[in-house]
Structure formats: structure tokens, C-alpha cells
């Protein structure tokens, strides 16, 4: 059952995966590696791993490292794992990018969304 909550509060659910989220991007990625990625408008990679219908970790080529990182896709706003239609999403971005060669965009090469750079 849903409550009506105070301005500026935000379910405890919402808390949790917000917080797995930043975890999730502090085990991918190192913040060396996510700051030379926000210094481009243009990278190359190889997808290593789908996380959801909107995420993929790359290896970014040219980095230094070898650690994945995690990538928003700027242009799809898909279900989190385990929300409703989260499967399907993450199966067609896997089918679509898994071990493939990707070319990561940005028009504001600093942008992040839960501190994955957005592409």
C-alpha cells in the first residue's frame, strides 16, 4: 500500500537500489578511469557485460585500464532489474551489444546519471 509522503522523501526501496546502484559503480570502475572517459566526447570499447535495459560495463579502449566500466545509454530509459519488463529489456541490450565493438557518444562528455557517464 502506498502512503502520501512528505515533500523531498522518497520510499525506502527507491533508498536501496539508489544506494546498490553507486556500489555497483565504485566496483566497476575506477574514478581515474570514469574521469578520462568524461574528458571525451568520443571512446571505443568492447561490451563485457549487460547490466540492465539501459546499462552495459565496456571495456574503454585507450583508458589504461582493464576494468569495465559501467556506461549509461543516454537514449533508452528502461526498468531497473527486477521491476516489471526488466528481463526482456536486458535480454534485447544483450543481444544487441554483448562482446561487440561500441562506440560511446556524448554531446556533454561530462554527463553522469548515478555516476555512470552518459553516452
Known amino acids: 500500500m502506498w502512503t502520501r509522503r512528505a515533500r523531498g522523501h522518497r520510499p525506502r526501496a527507491t533508498i536501496v537500489t539508489a544506494t546498490l546502484a553507486g556500489l555497483t559503480v565504485l566496483l566497476t570502475a575506477t574514478p581515474a578511469a570514469a574521469t578520462w572517459v568524461q574528458q571525451r566526447a568520443v571512446t571505443e570499447g568492447r561490451s563485457m557485460r549487460t547490466v540492465d535495459g539501459d546499462t552495459i560495463n565496456v571495456d574503454v579502449w585507450g583508458d589504461g585500464i582493464t576494468t569495465p566500466q ?47 557517464p552518459v553516452r
Do not use: D, F
Open 70 to 116: 559501467s556506461i549509461r545509454n543516454s537514449g533508452i530509459q528502461a526498468m531497473e532489474v527486477g521491476q516489471c519488463h526488466s528481463a526482456p529489456a536486458t535480454a534485447l541490450m544483450s543481444s544487441l551489444t554483448y562482446g561487440k565493438r561500441v562506440r560511446l557518444t556524448a554531446a556533454n562528455a561530462r554527463a553522469v546519471s548515478a555516476g555512470r
